[in-house]
Every structure is written in C-alpha cells, then in structure tokens.
C-alpha cells in the first residue's frame, strides 16, 4: 500500500511501537483483516464500501475478498477477533469495546467508528427494586460477560452469585436470576422483559483495534494507519456537507465570517455575466451538517443567495 500522510493515531504516538522489522525479501507485506459477524458486520462493509473498499463475498463464505491490494480478511466473531488480534494471528480487525474490556486483551485501538453505540448496563426486575437500587440481599446475576460483571459485583459490594448465560440473558429473570448484565443500545428489549436499568458498567462502538505485533512492524503499520485514514476520511464527511452560495463583493465578509469551516472557504470571483454585479463571488466551504438549520437562515439574512448543498464522500485533511 502506498503511504498517506495519515493522522496520528494512539499508537503513533506510543515508543513502544518503533521497531527495525522490516519487509519480507520481496517487498511485500499482507494485512490480516478481521471482520466482524453479526449485528456490527452490515455497519462496518458500508462504511469500507464509502471508503472505496468493496467487501466481496466468497464461496468460503468467511473468507471474503477486499479490493484493497494486500489485504487478507476473515469474518469472526468480535470476541473471537479480540483474541485473535491478542494472540497477533489477526493483523487488524473491528470489534467493541465492550470485548476487550471483557477479556482484559492486550490491543491497540487506532479508530473509534461511533458505530453501534451500545451500553453494558445491570438490570433487574421492577418489583425487586427498592426505590431503584436492589436489594441488600443474596443475588443471582447472570451474564455472558464474567469478568465486567464479577468487577461490577464487587465494586458495588454485593452478595451475589454469577451465571454464565449463553445469550437472551433478558429472560432470566425472575425464576432464575435477580440481575442481569448485558448489552443495551435503546433499552427497548430490556423494557419489554419488564426490567430496569439500575446500573451503567461501560459504553461501547464499534472501534478497530489492531495487534501490538503489527504495529511492532514498519510495513505493517504504515498499512494500517493507510487503512485508519481512509476510514477516517469517510467518517468525517458524514458529519459534513459541502455549502456553495454566490455573495456580492459588499456582503463577502459578511457571509465569510458565518461560515464554520474547517480552515477558509474556497473563494472565486462570479463571471460579469452571470450576475448583475460583476463584483460577487462564489464561496465554496465544508460545514458541520448539524448546523444547517441554524445556518442557512443567517447566510440568507448576511446577503448570501443561490445556496446548494452537497453531500461529501470523504475528507482528508
């Protein structure tokens, strides 16, 4: 992969990544991709396919192809992803943060996605509840996430017990948990099973996490911080859109000085003909998407007209 000049990420920032590894005799260097299974996968195929990378699927099935040249990918579960980038048979992959925090794995996170916002919350049924908080007594907490929730029991002094569930955790209460610990994006399922939240262990999305092995490696770092910057790139033009509005030569630094941009807008001067004063220019910029509501009204009252509004792809900054 050829070198942008990616942002710096945590582990650039890190000594313990230099390293004198260098590439194999030939030159070339193949990246260990893992992708996750389940509800992160679609999230995280789009947002490669808006960074130009087609996620193609095989007759393997979890082997798909990348037309990223010199990327090998696998499709795990994000747990399994977390040992395997532990381990360092994995290069690089995505997965939450909730699984590393889980299995105390030893990986460097390079990009946080904002994708899949979850929460790993402790919930019981209402009626055990006094006023909120449960009971001081002998509990039962289930979960599939034993090391998270032994540390939340202690932390919080309980008598408690812990289950191993192996998934719909929801339904043991009441019959047969007190509490469980999981994963809760709008609380919605937790509702519907007649439980409520009492505690927040830890907020979680969609990261890529990489091993400590491959970013010991010259080649194979360069190449993933190639890979954080593309994905980057995608992620912050989501957040933005491109403004164009035409402002005669008296209101420019009027409209100018509304613009939040990411450093100066574009300005050029407007063909004679095009407007009926020769003296107006065309400003172009790159702006938050949220503040549109807010904006296009003041640019309007600043002397800005023809306004259009364009969706972006990508930013590199």
């Given at each position: 992969?050829?070198?942008l000049?990616?942002?710096?990420?945590?582990?650039?920032?890190d000594?313990r990544?230099?390293?004198?590894?260098?590439?194999?005799?030939?030159?070339?260097?193949?990246?260990h991709?893992?992708?996750?299974?389940?509800?992160?996968?679609?999230?995280?195929?789009?947002?490669?396919?808006?960074?130009?990378?087609?996620?193609?699927?095989?007759?393997?099935?979890?082997?798909?192809?990348?037309?990223?040249?010199?990327?090998?990918?696998?499709?795990?579960?994000?747990?399994?992803?977390?040992e395997?980038?532990?381990?360092?048979?994995?290069?690089?992959?995505?997965?939450?943060?909730?699984?590393?925090?889980?299995?105390?794995?030893?990986?460097?996170e390079?990009?946080?996605?904002?994708?899949?916002?979850?929460?790993?919350?402790?919930?019981?049924?209402?009626?055990?509840?006094?006023?909120?908080?449960?009971?001081?007594?002998?509990?039962?907490?289930?979960?599939?996430m034993?090391?998270?929730?032994?540390?939340?029991?202690?932390?919080?002094?309980?008598?408690?017990?812990?289950?191993?569930?192996?998934?719909?955790?929801?339904?043991?209460p009441?019959?047969?948990?007190?509490?469980?610990?999981?994963?809760?994006?709008?609380?919605a399922?937790?509702?519907?099973?007649?439980?409520?939240?009492v505690?927040e262990?830890?907020?979680?999305s969609?990261?890529?996490y990489?091993?400590?092995?491959a970013?010991?490696?010259?080649a194979?770092?360069?190449?993933i911080n190639?890979?954080?910057?593309?994905?980057?790139?995608?992620?912050?033009?989501?957040?933005?859109?491109?403004?164009?509005?035409?402002?005669?030569?008296?209101?420019?630094?009027?409209v100018?000085?509304?613009?939040?941009?990411m450093r100066?807008p574009?300005?050029?001067?407007?063909?004679?003909?095009?407007?009926?004063?020769?003296?107006?220019f065309?400003?172009?910029?790159a702006?938050?998407?949220?503040?549109?509501?807010?904006?296009?009204?003041?640019i309007?009252?600043?002397?800005?007209?023809?306004?259009?509004?364009?969706?972006?792809?990508?930013?590199?900054?």
């Open positions: 992969m050829t070198t000049n990616a942002p710096a990420t945590k582990a650039e920032t000594p990544f230099t390293s004198t590894a260098s590439e194999s005799a030939e030159g070339a260097t193949t990246l991709l893992a992708l996750p299974k389940g509800r992160m996968h679609d999230g995280v195929v789009a947002l490669l396919a808006d960074a130009g990378i087609r996620v193609s699927a095989s007759a393997r099935g979890y082997r798909p192809t990348l037309s990223l040249p010199g990327v090998e990918a696998k499709i795990l579960k994000p747990q399994n992803i977390i395997m980038l532990d381990l360092g048979s994995r290069d690089v992959g995505f997965a939450g943060a909730d699984w590393v925090a889980e299995l105390g794995a030893n990986v460097v390079i990009l946080d996605t904002g994708l899949d916002r979850v929460r790993v919350v402790a919930a019981a049924p209402r009626q055990i509840l006094d006023n909120g908080r449960l009971p001081r007594r002998p509990l039962v907490v289930a979960s599939e034993e090391r998270l929730t032994r540390a939340w029991i202690a932390s919080r002094d309980l008598d408690a017990k812990f289950v191993r569930s192996y998934g719909a955790t929801e339904v043991f009441p019959e047969d948990a007190d509490c469980i610990v999981d994963i809760a994006a709008s609380g399922t937790l509702a519907a099973n007649g439980l409520e939240i505690d262990l830890l907020t979680s969609t990261r890529l990489a091993s400590r092995a970013m010991a490696d010259n194979k770092r360069a190449a190639d890979l954080a910057l593309l994905i980057h790139s995608v992620l912050e033009a989501r957040t933005r859109v491109m403004l164009e509005v035409n402002v005669n030569a008296e209101r420019l630094e009027a100018v000085a509304i613009l939040p941009c100066q574009t300005i050029s001067p407007l063909h004679g003909g095009a407007c009926t004063d020769s003296r107006a065309a400003v172009k910029a702006v938050p998407r949220e503040r549109l509501p807010r904006l296009i009204p003041a309007r009252q600043a002397g800005g007209t023809d306004l259009v509004i364009s969706p972006i792809a990508q930013v590199v900054p």
